[in-house]
């Protein structure tokens, strides 16, 4: 499974793409919004999940959200963010392939959340 961390931060995206990697997974970063919505418009989408910081140096998180899930409809996105986001402001058909995780968080909370959105035994193999 292809997982996709969007975020500005360098050192985090370093430690968690190195965290998932050991943990089976395939990881590929990106620094900004735009960036993350070109890799998820290739046909078909390479990622199975994306972990998306709200705040971005090019578009917010909030506003990219709505695109990746448009242009990528099978992306799980799980919006990791220092301030509290709810998948409840979602329209409905969208709330089930939205988590959000508060920063900080635990590598391991990362791997719970990766998992309730996209188990391993359905779907796409690592």
């Known amino acids: 499974m292809a997982i996709l ?3 500005d931060e360098k ?5 968690l793409q190195r965290f998932l990697e050991r943990a089976g997974y395939r990881v590929d970063v990106s620094e900004t919004g735009f960036g993350a919505l070109e ?3 290739a046909a078909p989408c390479p ?4 972990v998306l ?4 140096p090019d578009i917010s998180g909030a506003e ?3 695109l990746l899930l448009k242009a ?3 992306l799980k996105v799980i919006v990791s963010s220092g301030t ?3 998948p409840a402001a979602l329209p409905e058909a969208q709330r089930a392939r939205v988590e959000a995780l508060l920063k900080p968080f635990l590598p391991k909370e990362l791997l719970a959340a990766i998992e309730r959105l996209a188990p391993r035994g359905r779907g796409a193999s690592v």
Do not use: G, M, N
Request: net charge neutral; aromatic share 8%.
């Open 5 to 7: 961390l969007v975020d």
């Open 11 to 15: 050192p985090l995206l370093a430690l």
């Open 39 to 41: 890799k998820c418009r």
């Open 47 to 50: 990622y199975t999940v994306a």
């Open 53 to 56: 910081d709200l705040k971005l």
């Open 64 to 66: 990219l959200l709505p």
């Open 72 to 74: 990528a409809p099978e």
């Open 84 to 86: 509290p986001f709810s």
